[in-house]
């Protein structure tokens, strides 16, 4: 097993590697917008009928014999992306099921983890962890895969390198970019900053503030968005420009700041969550098994 900091294009590559040469890669993600970035991905809850509210005794609704069963036996490699996410009964509970599948197939399998099916984990322990309502610090780290009985089994690996730093930049903007890029990296390492009374503080460049601005919302905008007005229907203006903010509160403020500069007619569209039942979702899944669904994973 295998925990990476990747991105999208180390999976999209592993995937390719080993589908030419006929083999199934079955690729899921924690959320389903990081799914979306995976050839034929499939968020984790979705292909291994995870419990939406697991605990340590849990195991995932797959049932001996199924399609699904028999896809994930002949299934050469598992990637699981942005794993740090989700808490660790859900990887204790594929393990379970992985175990209980694959004993028949090789008795030793019972004393492997997943059941001796190779999975990467990729993900970043600095961004999002489990979000465990009401919650302290020292419990979320508890729910955390670091905490799981199956850590010590993995290798870690860590990308260094900044690909960012390999594009068409150079001179001064490409000397500006490293020096931001290890500044960042030295807060993730706790190389930089001071703790003052337990709260971890970091003093912010000169060069990244914005000064002499009276509202800080309408001043991160302005910088960020300039002129948007005449560019909001733009759409490489928009993908070129993102404000980011520390929790939702912040975000929703900086959204209402910038709906009420445009004075475009608005439009609703309304959306409905339902809760899907595992038990019934699995029973159609006599497809799986079929060529243009294997190809499709």
């Known amino acids: 097993m295998y925990i990476w900091n990747g991105l999208p294009f180390i999976w999209k ?10 083999d199934i890669v079955i690729n899921v993600a924690s959320s389903g917008i990081a799914s979306l970035l995976l050839p034929g991905g499939r968020t984790a809850h979705s292909i291994f009928a995870i419990p939406l509210n697991p ?7 797959i049932k001996q014999g199924s399609p699904l069963a028999k896809l994930i036996v002949k299934a050469k490699l598992i990637i699981w992306d942005e794993a740090p996410m989700m808490h660790k009964y859900c990887f204790e509970a594929l393990d379970q099921t992985l175990t209980d599948i694959l ?8 004393d492997r983890p997943f059941g001796g099916k190779t999975i990467i984990l990729g993900g970043d322990f600095r961004q999002i962890l489990p979000v465990i309502t009401k919650c302290t610090r020292q419990e979320i780290v508890k729910a955390t895969l670091y905490s799981s009985y ?3 089994h993995y290798q870690v690996l860590k990308l260094i390198k900044n690909m960012r730093l390999k594009g068409n930049i150079f001179g001064a903007d490409l000397d500006d970019l490293k020096q931001f890029s290890d500044w960042i990296l030295a807060i993730g390492d706790g190389n930089i900053g001071c703790s003052i009374d337990g709260i971890k503080k970091v003093e912010i460049p000169g060069d990244l503030l914005i000064h002499n601005c009276d509202d800080p919302i309408s001043g991160i905008v302005e910088s960020t968005y300039s002129d948007f007005l005449r560019h909001f229907t733009d759409i490489k203006y928009l993908q070129e420009r993102a404000v980011l903010a520390p929790t939702l ?9 910038m709906v009420s500069l445009n004075n475009s007619l608005d439009k609703s569209y309304l959306s409905s969550d339902t809760i899907c039942m595992s038990d019934h979702a699995f029973t159609s899944l006599e497809h799986v098994h079929t060529p243009e669904f294997l190809n499709s994973i």
């Open 13 to 22: 590559t592993l995937s390719s590697g080993i589908r030419s040469k006929g």
């Open 55 to 61: 605990t340590e005794d849990s195991t995932c609704n």
């Open 103 to 110: 004993r028949f197939k090789d008795p030793s399998n019972l």
């Open 150 to 152: 199956l850590w010590p």
């Open 249 to 257: 509160q912040m975000v929703e403020s900086v959204n209402d700041y």
